[in-house]
Structures are given as C-alpha cells and as structure tokens.
C-alpha cells in the first residue's frame, strides 16, 4: 500500500521523460532507464496536468472537478498513481 501524498508537495516530469500522445492517450518513456508506461484515458489527463509543475492537492482539485468525481477516492487513486509514475522516475516530487 503506498504512503499518502501531502497536498504540498509539488509534482513535476522528469527531464528525463518524454511522452507521447497517440489517439488521446498518452505512452511514457524514461529515456535513461527505459521504464515506460502507457496510460489510459484517466492517467492522459493526470499527465496533461503535471505538464506544468503543481501540488498534489491542487492536482486533486482539478481532477475532481474534470471528472465530477468523489474527492477522497480520485485523492487515492491519484496517490498510487502518481507514487508508481514516480517510481519508474518519470514525475520528480518535493516537499
């Protein structure tokens, strides 16, 4: 189970990151470890979002408000996703 993000902490891509959208879904590859990720209609909006760099809840809001969906779930699932992306060094976080 991963650990909850704080609201603070600022999320941005990894320079070492490129993305790629193809017919509105977007696939991922970190260019020096070569992780990469395809991600579905959901994970291509939380990408389009961290394009520029921004919190984790302000993150949140703006899903929540996109998609009209329950705070706390879209705050969790949010987390492990952003948490996996981070893993495989395609989004850097601090704070």
Same mark, same amino acid.
């Not at 990469?36 to 760099?53: A, K, M, T």
């Not at 996109?66 to 987390?79: L, N, Q």
């Given at each position: 189970?991963?650990?909850?993000?704080?609201?603070? &902490?600022?999320?941005? @891509? *990894?320079?070492?990151? +490129?993305? *790629?959208?193809?017919?509105?879904? @977007?696939?991922?590859? =970190? +260019?020096?470890?070569? !992780?990469?990720?395809? /991600?579905?209609? %959901?994970?291509?909006?939380?990408?389009?979002?961290?394009? =520029?760099? &921004?919190?984790?809840?302000?993150?949140?809001?703006?899903?929540?408000?996109?998609?009209?969906?329950?705070?706390?779930?879209?705050?969790?699932? !949010?987390?492990?996703? %952003?948490?996996?992306?981070?893993?495989?060094? /395609? %989004?850097?976080?601090?704070?």
């Amino acid at each position: 189970m991963d650990i909850p993000i704080p609201g603070a &902490t600022r999320l941005k @891509v *990894s320079p070492d990151t +490129i993305g *790629s959208d193809v017919d509105g879904e @977007v696939v991922l590859i =970190n +260019i020096r470890s070569g !992780a990469y990720i395809g /991600l579905d209609l %959901v994970g291509s909006e939380v990408w389009r979002r961290l394009q =520029n760099e &921004t919190s984790f809840a302000d993150l949140c809001t703006g899903l929540t408000e996109h998609f009209r969906g329950d705070s706390d779930t879209i705050e969790r699932e !949010a987390g492990i996703f %952003v948490a996996t992306l981070a893993r495989q060094g /395609l %989004v850097l976080s601090e704070g």
